[in-house]
């Protein structure tokens, strides 16, 4: 088993952009990974902060929960298709298209 990888340092820039997605919360795991390997691995190649809400904390009415995706335009668009290749799995059991990554204005 390779060592764990260490997350690198998220530094934000005014040019930034985010995104939102909600994922159902039983879908989590597959984007967090063992002890979080998944989810360093995804922002270590794409040099984005990659997040969820917290634990318990839902999208009013449903069970999911919301990632967020902060970077540069060209590493959000790798962090969602990592994400994306993350939810789909290997067995192809959920469908991409029900996920939209929405963005969302800077604070």
């Known amino acids: 088993m390779p060592p764990k990888q260490q997350l690198k340092a998220f530094v934000s820039r ?29 922002q270590n190649t794409s040099g984005c902060e990659v997040k ?13 929960r919301l990632l967020y995706v902060c970077g540069q335009a060209a590493g959000c668009k790798v962090a969602q298709q990592l994400i994306m290749s993350k939810i789909e799995g290997d067995a192809g059991d959920v469908s991409g298209s029900d996920f939209i990554f929405e963005q969302i204005p800077n604070n």
């Open 14 to 42: 005014p040019d930034d952009i985010k995104f939102k997605v909600e994922i159902p919360d039983a879908l989590v795991g597959r984007i967090l990974g063992r002890q979080g390997a998944t989810i360093t691995e995804i």
């Open 52 to 64: 969820f809400s917290q634990r318990g904390e839902y999208v009013p009415g449903t069970q999911n």
